[in-house]
């Protein structure tokens, strides 16, 4: 049985992170997911708390942060593989007012709308 707690799902063959599937320790982590990195193994030289981003690459600063098959970011600073993603080194693609849209009704929530 696998250590699940040194597991990282990767969601698409295109990405360069891949998702924590619990808290992790530095050390060799096991990769998973319907891609042909699945089995893998990387070092991970940093905790990553469950949910968030590893670098599967060396990523460049100004480089995309590809999950999901899509760009999600850009990078503030080089990303050495193995390193914690998120927001000290990256910022989102997605811009504030893109933020703000209801996902379902695509109405903005900071404005109020009257029915009439």
Known sequence: ?????????????????ATAMADISPG??????????????????QPIPFGHKI????IEEGSEI????VCIGIAT??????M???LHNMKSAYDFRSAQLDPVTAHAKDI?????
């Open 66 to 69: 590809i999950k999901y098959g």
């Open 77 to 82: 600073k080089k990303i050495r593989k193995g």
């Open 1 to 17: 049985m696998r250590n699940m707690e040194q597991i990282c799902y990767i969601v698409h063959e295109p990405d360069n992170v």
């Open 55 to 58: 670098a599967l690459y060396d």
């Open 112 to 116: 109020e709308y009257k029915v009439y």
């Open 28 to 45: 060799k982590i096991t990769l998973t997911g319907e891609c042909g990195r699945a089995g893998n193994e990387i070092t991970v030289f």
């Open 84 to 86: 914690y993603v998120h």
